[in-house]
Every structure is written in structure tokens, then in C-alpha cells.
């Protein structure tokens, strides 16, 4: 018996691993497959504009007043021009608008081979960049930057034997180069290199030139090197009163400085230098969830309004997980009605951006979400001044996220005592205390060193939700087995130290890290959103409503502790038994609507539309179809143990007479 037991659990164990295993797999490889294609027209159009841009900067250096100054310039921008003509001919998945790109190059091209003068190509040249930039999603862009100094020194590492110490072009290698390294302190050529093509220019280099692809670097160092090159032209300084919101992060790095104040004229030339000198004021900008809300959504509609419905949807799944999602329960607060509303409509503007739409149809959505989230903004703006209202919002998302690992956790450490396995107790310590320290690292990770999207973040909480949904499952329908055993202290007697081996131990581990995780990693990212809607001076309110939801936790873990432990060994377990059930139910329905934003499974609503927020209930055919199996397969497992244990009971009986029936507790 004690063999066939551990058997079992080793097999769940493993059944348990291999599905988290093809669920990872499956959210990798999903959208990559689906997108292998596109992408690589994409990137072909990334470098056609990066190399529209170079003739834009570097036309000068080779033509002036209609004669070749330059001769090696000049033959460099009748190649980079006849570059652009042949790409965008070869490319396989033409674009919507691909006569009209041709026809661009070629006028480009011809405009060079006639010397014409410079302001003539800049214009040729940035339209054409502009077109072919319009056909592409939009950069994602860092969260933040890597502290100055620390790119001053990157910099001086990788660049500075070319570019020289300051970036004047002048490093000790400079002269053996030809074309010469860019000289970023040039502020004419400055005025007319964006930051995407200093950031495309590191990433992948520039054929024809010594300039190598410095892809070894991370993400976050090629866009501060691309912020830190693009600054040094242009005297530091506070940026312009009052012109800084007229500006987006998104259009800083796409336009180079010239464009962007032509093209705004409510910006001046002067507020866009001191910006690329100084850009921190964009990057906390762009931190407040609702811009970014904002924001993404514009974007996902004019993909769609281009054809690019896969780019459009994927932008609004971000506009939700990496903006409106923070914000929610501080909204909940102040309004809840609004903010089920504002889910509603994200959700159905998502299913919008998939394919065409009628005429209006996006445009009238779009309004109506826009305005929602302008009432959402002026009442948490509002609630900003309310310290009551800060204190009850970080009370209740600990209280929301810490009760269902706290239950976990106590129900493990409860039949630990019970069974008289209290060296066990180690075990799931160990996990529950490693869970709050990788999720504190992994959230202080994705602020400085790696980029977790919203989609990831809604991908790694739907798994670990799955993996404790069955986990739970197993070990309640097992608890459930025992609840009705005539001889259950014998059996505790006789087989615990046995069946409680080292493997099943660290498997309690497991899953009390798995619990907590996942409550820890989103825990943190909910504060964090609540602070950006705080001044300092009311931190202290934030701090004293998680100072008493650690207090409630802490009061209810002493409670359960407590009482269980003086319930009947069959009370106990039977009690368990539900509550593990109940977490189970609860768990599946946060994993399906985790992976529903995130896009990796449909939602079909229900007829009649509500949500139930503390057991995870939300109106979607999906999601009440997989809680309903939750309970399926525990009334089928249970169901056929109780058959399984009254045959046995009704054997044991006819061969031991002598003996009164056993009776269930």
C-alpha cells in the first residue's frame, strides 16, 4: 500500500510538471509562429528607414550648391538610395502601400542623382522614413534608463575608441576609418537623427561602414546608449514649462528634432533639444498607467486603421495589462461600476481591433472608452487628496492577494501537526519565505535589468494558478479519501513517517511557493501603481493600510492555527477538504481570466454579464466552464473512492463477523 501511494503522488507530480511544461510551450511559441512572417517584413522596413535617414544626415557631407563635395559621400548615398529601391521591390509580404513606397524611393533616388540641394532630400528622405515607419508597430520602448553615469561609462567602453571619449568623432581610431565616425556633438546633424535611428544603429549596425551591431548588449543598454548619444548635441537643461506634455515618449524616439517641431507647432525647437538632453520627465510620464492606457489604445487603433489587426490587438491586450490592470483596484474604491464598465469595453475594443470593421465602428468605442478613462483619471486625481482612500485601497489588495496563499499555507502546516510531522514544517517555510523573496526580486529585476510585459506577467500568473489548481486537487481529493476511515489513527501511526518522504516533502515546498508567488509578484506591481497616485506626504497612509492586512493575516493564520488543530482527525479533514476545494475553484477561474488578457484564450461572454471577484467567478462561458470542471472532477473522484470504500467495508465485514460495521464520522 505505502508503495502504490507513492506511486501515485509521484505520478501526479509528474503529470503536474509535464502540463506546466506544455503550457509554457504553448505561450512561447504562439505568437511567434503566427507572427514569423510579418516580422520579417517588418524588420526589412525598419532598415529601409534607418538607411532613409542616413541620407537625410549625411547628404550634406557629400553635395552642396548642386556639386560633389564628397566623392566617397556622395557614392555612399547613391548606393544607400539604389539600396532602398531594390528592398523595397524584393520585399515578399508586400505592404498595403508598396506602389507608394516604390514610387518614393525612386523620386529619392533620382532627387540624388540630380544633386539636388539639401533641404530637398531631407524632405524626400523623411517622408519616405515617415511612410515607412507608418506601416509598422510601434517601438516598444524601455521603462526606464540606466543611470547616467553608468552610460557614460558604457559608452566610453564600446564607443570611445571610435567616437572618441566625448563623442566628437575623434577616438583613436577614427582615423583609420572610413566614412569617419558620426561626430554626435554636431548639432546640424543632431537635428536630424531621431533616436530610433541611433538605437537601430547600435543594434544592427550599419553596412558599408566600421560601425558594428553591438546586439551582446541588452535592450535597456543599446536605448540608453541611443538617449545618452542623442543628448550630446544639445546643452542640458530643465526642459521648456508647459510644452513637456505636448510631447510623447513614442514621438521623441521616432522623429528626429527638426520634424518633431515642424510637425507641432504648438512645441518649440527649444523645448525638444532641452528634452533630448534631459528625457526623464517622459519616462514618469509614460509610468501613469492610464497614459499608458491611453496611449496603447491610439496606437491599436491606427494599426488597425493601416490593416495591421495582429499589431492592434496585441497593442490593446498592453493597454490593459500594463496600464488600466494596475489601476483597478484604487478605482474599485472610489467607483466600482466604472471600472466594470471600462473592463467591459477594453475587452470588446480587443475583439474590435481582430478584423474590419464597419465604418465608425472603432471610432465610436474608442470615444466612449476615452471617456470613461478621463472619468477614471479626475476621480483617482481627485482621490489623490484622500488618505482614507489610500489606506483602503492598499488594505484590500493585501487582504485580496495574501488570503488565498495564507489559506494554502495553513492548511499545510495543519496537517503537518496533525500527523505529527512537525520536522515537515521546515519544508513548507522554506517555500513560502523563498516565494516572497523571488518575488520581490523578480519584480525588482523587471524594474532595472529585464522588461516583463503585462502579456508575460498574465502568462507566468494564469500557469502557476493552473499548477496549484491541480495540486490542490490531489491533495483534497486525497484528504477527501481519508475523512471516512474507521482506523485513521492506526493508519497515521503506521504509515505517515513512511508515506511523508523527502520527495513528498519538498513537494509541499513546491507548492507553497507556487501559491505565494504569484500572489507576491502581482502584490508588489499593485502597489507600486498605488504609490504613483500618491504624493510623499501620504505614503504613511499607504503604509498603514498593508501595516493592517499584515495584522489581519496574521490574527486569521493564528485563528485557523489554532482551532484546527483542536477539531476530531475526520473534521479536520473533511473541512480541509472544502477549503482546498473552494481555493481550487477560485484558482481555476484567476488562471482562465490571466490567460484571457493575455491573449491566449478566447472570451466568449455569457448572456447576462457579472463578476464575482473573491471566488474568481467572471461572466464567461470559459471560465465557468472550467471552474465547473473543477467541481466535476472532484465529485467523479470522490464519488467512485466512496464506492471503492464501502465494497471494501462490506468485504471486511463478511469475512470478520465477529466485528461491528465500520460507520463513516
Not at 349 to 369: D, H, I, N
Not at 494 to 523: C, D, K, M, P
Request: hydrophobic residues 50%; charged residues 15%.
Amino acid at each position: 500500500m505505502q508503495a502504490h501511494w507513492v506511486r501515485r503522488f509521484t505520478h501526479s507530480k509528474l503529470l503536474v510538471l509535464n502540463i506546466a511544461v506544455i503550457l509554457v510551450a504553448l505561450s512561447c511559441l504562439y505568437p511567434r509562429a503566427s507572427q514569423a512572417e510579418m516580422d520579417d517584413s517588418f524588420a526589412q522596413l525598419r532598415q529601409l528607414a534607418q538607411l532613409a535617414e542616413y541620407i537625410a544626415v549625411d547628404y550634406v557631407e557629400a553635395v552642396r550648391d548642386g556639386r560633389v563635395t564628397n566623392e566617397g559621400e556622395y557614392r555612399e548615398m547613391l548606393e544607400f538610395s539604389q539600396l532602398i529601391v531594390t528592398n523595397i521591390s524584393a520585399i515578399q509580404k508586400k505592404p498595403a502601400k508598396a506602389d507608394d513606397l516604390a514610387a518614393q524611393a525612386s523620386a529619392l533616388q533620382y532627387a540624388i542623382q540630380k544633386k539636388q540641394d539639401t533641404a530637398t532630400i531631407r524632405q524626400m528622405s523623411g517622408n519616405l522614413r515617415g511612410s515607412l515607419l507608418a506601416l509598422i508597430p510601434q517601438s516598444s520602448l524601455p521603462d526606464r534608463l540606466l543611470p547616467r553615469a553608468s552610460v557614460k561609462q558604457l559608452f566610453e567602453n564600446q564607443c570611445a575608441s571610435c567616437h572618441g571619449v566625448s563623442g566628437g568623432g575623434d577616438g583613436v581610431l577614427a582615423a583609420q576609418l572610413t566614412p569617419a565616425p558620426t561626430d554626435f556633438s554636431d548639432k546640424e546633424r543632431a537635428l536630424n537623427r531621431s533616436l530610433l535611428g541611433l538605437y537601430d544603429a547600435i543594434s544592427r549596425g550599419i553596412d558599408e561602414t566600421a560601425m558594428p551591431a553591438f546586439d551582446q548588449l541588452s535592450e535597456q543598454e543599446r536605448w540608453s546608449l541611443a538617449f545618452y548619444v542623442g543628448s550630446l548635441a544639445f546643452q542640458s537643461g530643465s526642459p521648456v514649462p508647459g510644452e513637456v506634455s505636448n510631447v510623447t515618449l513614442q514621438q521623441l524616439v521616432n522623429h528626429n528634432p527638426a520634424q518633431l517641431a515642424a510637425d507641432h507647432p504648438e512645441v518649440t525647437l527649444q523645448a525638444v533639444e532641452s528634452l533630448r538632453a534631459n528625457p526623464e520627465p517622459l519616462f514618469e510620464v509614460s509610468a501613469d498607467p492610464l497614459k499608458i492606457t491611453r496611449n496603447q489604445l491610439l496606437l491599436a487603433q491606427a494599426a488597425h486603421q493601416r490593416g495591421d489587426y495582429q499589431a492592434a490587438q496585441t497593442l490593446a491586450v498592453s493597454a490593459y495589462l500594463d496600464g488600466f490592470e494596475l489601476i483597478e483596484n484604487s478605482l474599485d474604491t472610489q467607483d466600482k461600476a466604472l471600472r466594470q464598465m471600462l473592463e467591459a469595453d477594453m475587452m470588446a475594443m480587443r475583439q474590435l481591433f481582430k478584423q474590419p470593421q464597419p465604418a465608425g465602428v472603432v471610432e465610436a468605442a474608442m470615444s466612449q472608452t476615452l471617456a470613461q478613462l478621463d472619468d477614471a483619471d479626475r476621480l483617482l486625481s481627485e482621490s489623490t487628496l484622500s488618505n482614507a482612500t489610500l489606506f483602503g485601497a492598499s488594505l484590500v489588495i493585501l487582504l485580496r492577494e495574501g488570503l488565498e496563499a495564507l489559506l494554502v499555507v495553513i492548511a499545510m502546516v495543519t496537517v503537518l501537526v496533525r500527523t505529527g510531522r512537525k520536522d515537515g514544517l521546515r519544508y513548507v517555510h522554506l517555500g513560502w519565505v523563498a516565494a516572497l523573496l523571488a518575488g520581490v526580486a523578480t519584480w525588482a529585476a523587471a524594474q532595472s535589468l529585464i522588461s516583463i510585459s503585462g502579456a508575460s506577467r498574465e502568462v507566468m500568473e494564469g500557469v502557476a494558478a493552473l499548477l496549484a489548481v491541480l495540486v490542490l486537487l490531489y491533495v483534497g481529493i486525497w484528504m477527501h479519501s481519508k475523512t471516512h476511515a474507521a482506523q485513521w489513527q492506526a493508519y497515521i501511526q503506521q504509515h505517515i513517517n513512511t508515506h511523508l518522504t523527502s520527495g513528498t516533502l519538498w513537494g509541499l515546498a513546491l507548492l507553497a511557493f507556487i501559491v505565494v508567488y504569484r500572489e507576491v509578484f502581482e502584490t508588489v506591481l499593485f502597489y507600486q501603481a498605488l504609490l504613483t497616485q500618491a504624493v510623499s506626504t501620504q505614503y504613511p497612509s499607504v503604509i498603514g493600510g498593508f501595516a493592517l492586512g499584515v495584522g489581519l493575516l496574521v490574527l486569521l493564520a493564528w485563528v485557523l492555527a489554532r482551532y484546527s488543530v483542536k477539531l476530531p482527525i475526520a473534521k479536520f479533514f473533511s473541512i480541509t477538504t472544502y477549503l482546498l476545494l473552494a481555493l481550487a475553484f477560485i484558482l481555476m477561474g484567476k488562471a482562465v481570466s490571466a490567460l484571457q488578457e493575455a491573449a491566449l484564450i478566447g472570451i466568449t461572454p455569457l448572456p447576462v454579464s457579472f463578476e464575482i471577484d473573491w471566488i474568481g467567478v467572471k461572466s464567461s462561458w470559459q471560465g465557468i466552464l472550467a471552474q465547473l470542471s473543477v467541481l466535476l472532477v472532484f465529485m467523479l473522484a470522490t464519488g467512485s473512492r466512496k464506492k471503492a470504500s464501502c465494497a471494501t467495508s462490506r468485504t471486511s465485514d463478511f469475512e470478520n463477523p465477529g466485528v461491528a460495521p465500520s460507520k463513516p464520522d
